[in-house]
């Protein structure tokens, strides 16, 4: 069964993480540096690090979240930073079904994959990434 919780709508500052929010369902507004962006269904917004931002929901909303620590992005390549760049001056795109459910389809892989594993998953390396799923609520 899957862990849904609760993800509080107050401001997040994100110092060295990147996420990736993956809204399914989605009624509200995100506010990114002080930009407004409209959540809807199927819509996926990249957060960069040292960004503040902060959810208002109209309706029942439902996303995942995935928390990658510049750490972690660091141990791959040195050009980790420009990883984000092109979603720097519109950080979210819309989804068609397809490719919505082929992305929901590789979280939901590693999230499981998280959870049967994570007995051999040092709790360092938990921390440098984290894959959640929330549901949103007004």
Do not use: M, R
């Given at each position: ?130 894959l959640q799923n929330f549901y949103l609520f007004k």
């Amino acid at each position: 069964s899957e862990d849904k919780k609760e993800l509080s709508a107050s401001t997040v500052g994100n110092e060295n993480n990147f996420e990736i929010i993956l809204f399914e369902k989605g009624n509200g507004t995100i506010l990114i540096d002080f930009k407004e962006y409209k959540i809807s269904d199927h819509i996926i917004f990249f957060i960069t690090p040292k960004t503040v931002h902060s959810f208002s929901i109209a309706d029942f909303s439902y996303c995942w979240v995935l928390t990658i620590d510049i750490k972690y992005l660091g141990l791959f390549s040195d050009n980790y930073q420009t990883l984000f760049c092109p979603f720097t001056t519109l950080p979210y795109s819309n989804l068609s079904a397809n490719i919505y459910e082929y992305l929901n389809l590789i979280l939901s892989n590693i999230k499981q994959e998280f959870d049967n594993h994570i007995v051999t998953v040092s709790k360092e390396k938990k921390q440098l990434i984290h894959l959640q799923n929330f549901y949103l609520f007004k």
